[in-house]
């Protein structure tokens, strides 16, 4: 059984004076006016008229050539990539690789774990990563071309396998 303070009371509207109807009716007037012109600017900001005899500006792209004969075990930029979820497992890893004459250039944990150890290399890195391949033979690694552009000559993803 509800007590009469369990009971809400509808509580009275209050009543909207005609002044207060045309307050409201010119506010939403003024929103939606405001409204139109904001997306007028929006869909017709970018559409401006070029002069008739202006070239496209085009700001040079840098070229960079490696050849494999410019590339040396020291002057390679390696990314290492700890996939295994074993920290200790990525100073093995450059341990071994400092052994061979090799140096990464960054080393970091991966957010997942990779099942397998995967070397991937730019074209003119090739060879490296075939003698990286005998290397870290203990990882059973498998070497793929990266297909994208990247600043990394060498990755080495060492996985759990």
Do not use: H
Request: hydrophobic share 35%; glycine share 4%.
């Amino acid at each position: 059984m509800a007590k009469y303070w369990d009971i809400k009371r509808r509580k009275k509207r209050k009543k909207i004076t005609p002044t207060e109807k045309k307050e409201r009716k010119l506010n939403a007037s003024w929103l939606f006016f405001l409204c139109l012109i904001g997306t007028f600017f929006i869909v017709f900001a970018g559409t401006s008229k070029k002069p008739e005899n202006s070239e496209p500006i085009s700001s040079p792209v840098p070229s960079v050539t490696l050849s494999s004969t410019t590339l040396s075990k020291a002057g390679l930029n390696i990314k290492f990539i700890n996939g295994t979820g074993l920290f200790e497992e990525l100073n093995k890893a450059t341990t071994i690789l400092s052994q061979n004459g090799y140096k990464a250039n960054l080393t970091e944990n991966a957010l997942n774990t990779y099942p397998e150890t995967i070397i991937y290399y730019e074209a003119p890195a090739e060879r490296y990563a075939k003698d990286l391949e005998s290397v870290l033979k203990y990882y059973k690694p498998k070497t793929r071309i990266l297909s994208q552009d990247t600043i990394y000559d060498l990755i080495i993803v060492i996985g759990k396998n």
